[in-house]
């Protein structure tokens, strides 16, 4: 069983940036792909950003060259940094970690108005 706890979401202008962080209970959490998701108003829930455990990270169109996730192994936490943020990024930010199974997280809103 993991557990996953997102912080850091909140409102921010247009143009601005936020860090998420999702902290996981439950052992070996190293060998999790781990995973941001975001759901809009209305809007089916997709993937934002994954990354392995070998490292390698995958991202939505929607978001290349303005987020980056990472990982800490040792603290068990992986990170969304959104830079350039837009009003379309407004949504409920889930975290994900998948292996045999998949969990969530209970989610973060993040809002981009002026």
Same mark, same amino acid.
């Given at each position: 069983?993991? /557990?996953?706890?997102?912080?850091?979401?909140? #409102? $921010?202008?247009?143009?601005? &940036?936020?860090?998420?962080?999702?902290? +996981?209970?439950?052992?070996?959490?190293?060998?999790?792909?781990?995973g941001?998701?975001r /759901?809009?108003p209305?809007?089916?829930?997709? #993937? $934002?950003a994954?990354?392995? &455990?070998?490292?390698?990270?995958n991202? +939505?169109?929607?978001?290349?060259?303005?987020?980056?996730?990472?990982?800490?192994?040792?603290?068990?936490?992986?990170?969304?940094?959104?830079?350039?943020?837009?009003?379309?990024d407004?949504?409920?930010y889930?975290?994900s970690?998948?292996?045999?199974?998949?969990y969530?997280?209970?989610?973060?809103?993040?809002?981009?108005s002026?």
């Amino acid at each position: 069983q993991v /557990q996953l706890v997102e912080s850091g979401g909140g #409102l $921010v202008q247009p143009g601005g &940036s936020l860090r998420l962080s999702c902290a +996981a209970s439950g052992r070996v959490f190293s060998v999790y792909t781990m995973g941001w998701y975001r /759901q809009a108003p209305g809007k089916q829930r997709e #993937l $934002v950003a994954e990354i392995t &455990s070998a490292g390698s990270t995958n991202y +939505a169109d929607s978001v290349k060259g303005r987020f980056t996730i990472s990982r800490d192994n040792a603290k068990t936490t992986v990170y969304l940094q959104m830079n350039s943020l837009k009003p379309e990024d407004t949504a409920v930010y889930y975290c994900s970690a998948r292996f045999v199974n998949f969990y969530w997280g209970q989610g973060t809103q993040v809002t981009v108005s002026s």
